[in-house]
Structure formats: C-alpha cells, structure tokens
Nanobody, 123 residues
Framework: QVQLVESGGGLVQAGGSLRLSCAASGRTFRTYGMAWFRQAPGKEREFVAA????????SYGDSVKGRFTISRDNAKNTVYLQMNSLKPEDTAVYYC????????????????WGQGTQVTVSS
C-alpha cells in the first residue's frame, strides 16, 4: 500500500519554472513505477511523465517533452516533476500516481493516486 501526497504547486508566470514533489509512504516504494498525470477543467486526464521503479526508464507526454523532467529519490521516498518553460496550457491539477508495475504510461494501470496539486500558469 502506498500513500501519496503532492506539493509544490502554485501560481507562476509563463516561462517560469516549478518543481512538484510527491511524498510516498510505504516500505515497498522503491518497487513501484511512478507517474504524473494532469487534468484541466473540462479536459480529459492527460499523461505527463512516468518513471520506472529504478529510475532507469522515463517517458513523457508529447506536450511536455523537452520542458519537464521526472526523477525519483528512493532514499527519500519522493518523486519529482521539474517543470520549466511553463505555458498557460500547462495549467491543471497535477496528480502523482503509483503502480505495482515496473513501468507503464497507462493511467488505468496506476492503482494509487495522490489528491493533486494545482498548477496555474499566467500569461
């Protein structure tokens, strides 16, 4: 079982940067694949980034490639999402998710979700 708590969201101007953190509790955290998803009002949930349990495999949604970086520090039970060159279209609630799979970009495979953190990018 994994409990996830996101933090680091807020209001930032376009072109700025923000780092989201996802603190996970659970003795088997390092065996879980992790990901970030986001959902804007009136929009479907969108895949943002995923990372394998070892950190050796990462994947990014097309809209964030080259701007966002996912990483994890298993010693701290924390996953990060570094967001650079933010755009107004990045405005959404960002959710951290965990899967018992080694790695997947499929949202339905993630069984554990945080409550989300709001990211608002102004123009």
């Amino acid at each position: 079982q994994v409990q996830l708590v996101e933090s680091g969201g807020g209001l930032v101007q376009a072109g700025g940067s923000l780092r989201l953190s996802c603190a996970a509790s659970g003795r088997t955290f390092r065996t879980y694949g992790m990901a970030w998803f986001r959902q804007a009002p009136g929009k479907e949930r969108e895949f943002v980034a995923a990372i394998s349990w070892s950190g050796g495999i990462t994947s990014y949604g097309d809209s964030v490639k080259g701007r966002f970086t996912i990483s994890r520090d298993n010693a701290k039970n924390t996953v990060y999402l570094q967001m650079n060159s933010l755009k107004p279209e990045d405005t959404a609630v960002y959710y951290c998710a965990a899967t018992r799979a080694h790695f997947t970009v499929v949202g339905e495979m993630y069984g554990y979700w945080g409550q989300g953190t709001q990211v608002t990018v102004s123009s």
